[in-house]
């Protein structure tokens, strides 16, 4: 004969409220010590479920946002980098310019903390139970153009558009082109005010022509990028040879230069 308990146990796994059914017994017995009253018990059961399945919806955005690791804007280092307005990045991180369908373009040479920013911002999305997808601009375009190829442009176009957050990386290592500047063009136009998008980039906007090979379709780019958008430009050095420095291997190597140069 099933019990009380057992019945509930199982009901609990059909409705598939894990947590719940993990804490129940206990939270019973904590409730009937310190004399809960039935409602204060069922708030406290229902907290803990909203809790772990707020808990698993962000651990699944942000798998699926395929970040190639998870940085946060807490542990970013402004005081190696005072180029970058911290107060500025705070209050990006509270995600009005989602709302308001605005861009970030994060703006420097190699290894100044782009990146990681970018990510910062993403997870911050993810928390807030947002549509986030991180991509590197080169893996990125080789996915449109074959998507172009099987005939499906249109459709992943829709889905990329629907996205709440696109974080795109490493604009401009790697030019373009024409077919790839031009489906560039068509994912930036379908994403007009209608997201967001954080493009990290080594390149100034005078030289985006060169990335994408013709200057009249970087400019419809920049203007529909540009026209709602939040700019930081980052100065300094590079945090992977920071390190390195401190140590003075940069010094060990200009003097094995300069030996190899007087001989």
């Not at 099933?2 to 804490?23: C, P, S, Y």
């Not at 990045?89 to 369908?101: M, Q, R, T």
């Not at 026209?227 to 100065?235: M, P, V, Y």
Request: net charge positive.
């Amino acid at each position: 004969m099933t019990t009380d308990l057992e019945r509930l146990k199982q009901n609990l796994a059909f409705l598939r409220l894990r947590r719940l059914a993990e804490i129940f017994e206990g939270e019973a017995k904590r409730a009937a010590k310190i004399k809960t009253s039935y409602t204060g018990y069922l708030h406290r059961l229902i907290e803990e479920e909203v809790l772990a399945k707020t808990e698993r919806s962000i651990n699944a955005r942000l798998a699926k946002a395929r970040f190639p690791a998870l940085k946060t804007l807490e542990t970013f280092n402004f005081t190696f980098q005072p180029s970058i307005g911290e107060v500025l990045i705070k209050e990006l991180a509270e995600l009005s310019f989602l709302a308001a369908a605005e861009n970030i373009v994060l703006l420097g040479p190699p290894g100044v903390g782009k990146t990681h920013l970018a990510i910062g911002l993403g997870v911050k999305a993810c928390t807030a139970r947002k549509r986030v997808l991180f991509t590197a601009a080169h893996a990125l375009m080789d996915e449109l153009v074959a998507a172009l190829v099987s005939h499906t442009l249109a459709a992943r176009l829709e889905i990329l558009s629907r996205l709440d957050l696109l974080i795109i990386d490493e604009l401009g290592y790697l030019p373009m082109d024409t077919n790839r500047a031009n489906l560039f063009f068509q994912l930036v136009s379908r994403h007009y005010e209608s997201g967001s998008l954080i493009i990290t980039t080594n390149k100034a906007f005078n030289q985006w022509g060169e990335i994408f090979g013709d200057d009249v379709i970087a400019g419809a780019i920049l203007d529909r990028i540009l026209h709602h958008s939040h700019i930081i430009a980052i100065q300094g050095d590079s945090y992977r040879i920071k390190d390195k420095k401190a140590q003075g291997i940069d010094k060990q190597v200009k003097t094995g230069d300069n030996e190899k140069g007087e001989n």
